[in-house]
């Protein structure tokens, strides 16, 4: 699915990643730990395609391509899904306005005809139910005037409606209270197939406890300095970045 070798990457002059490996195969849940500026949310702006960063060397290879000769748009049309941990606000653009344009993009590059209304109204209202998003919300601003735990479903329903094969979740559990918490990882679990992979990016292990991960990675000063199952998320949970660094 996607495997990234000797990976660094700068922005303004400063290297941020530092020889990054990793390799994340169809059905794997990946999560990846580590202090701020360890270099986690510029991976997933680099998956992702956002423009401002330097590939300095290396290579990210997504289903036998070469990723980083792709586009922002190409990226997301072959699967590639980046949710935010501060997802922007659209005034003026109604949520489910632009999830359909966004079902429509993709389907349109897959050669397929536009969905139709009644299909669509039937696809987002079973999608938001699971979500427990309301109609109103729906007919709101996209995440104008939404609260952090109102955006986060939000991002998670379009990664629903979208069905990527690797879905990048960046601080998903950033604001969210424990009953959000809950929902938004269940959505998660239900998108969960042999045939798509994720890469969970957090900084704490309570968001692990809902989506279990399959493999965790460490990052710091830019580069994975320990991989293992669940239970080094515990273990970094006790003993925190620091000591886990130094044993690496």
Known sequence: MLE?????????????????DLKINDGEV??????????KSTLSYV????????IDSGSIHYNGRDLLNLDVDER??????????YPM??????????????????????GLDEIDALEFAKLI???????DIS??????DLNVNYSGGEKKKQEI????????????????????????????????NKLRTPNNAFLVITHYQRLLNYIKPDFVHIIADGKIVKSGDFSLALELEEKGYDEISKSA
């Open 157 to 188: 329903l379009q990664m629903s409606l979208l069905d990527p094969k690797m879905a990048i979740l960046d601080e998903t559990d950033s604001g969210l209270d424990i009953d959000a918490l809950r929902i938004v990882s269940e959505g998660v």
């Open 47 to 54: 998956l992702s395609g956002k423009e401002g960063y330097e």
């Open 76 to 85: 997301a049309n072959e699967g590639i899904f980046l949710a935010f941990q």
């Open 89 to 110: 606000e659209i005034p003026g653009v109604q949520t489910s306005f632009f999830l359909k344009t966004a079902i429509n993009a993709k389907r349109k590059y897959q």
């Open 30 to 39: 990946h999560a990846l730990m580590g202090p701020n500026g360890s270099g």
């Open 125 to 131: 209202k079973s999608k938001a139910g699971d979500l």
């Open 4 to 20: 990234i070798k000797n990976l660094c990457v700068s922005i303004e002059d400063k290297q941020i990643l530092k020889g990054m």
């Open 135 to 140: 109609p109103e919300m729906l007919k709101r």
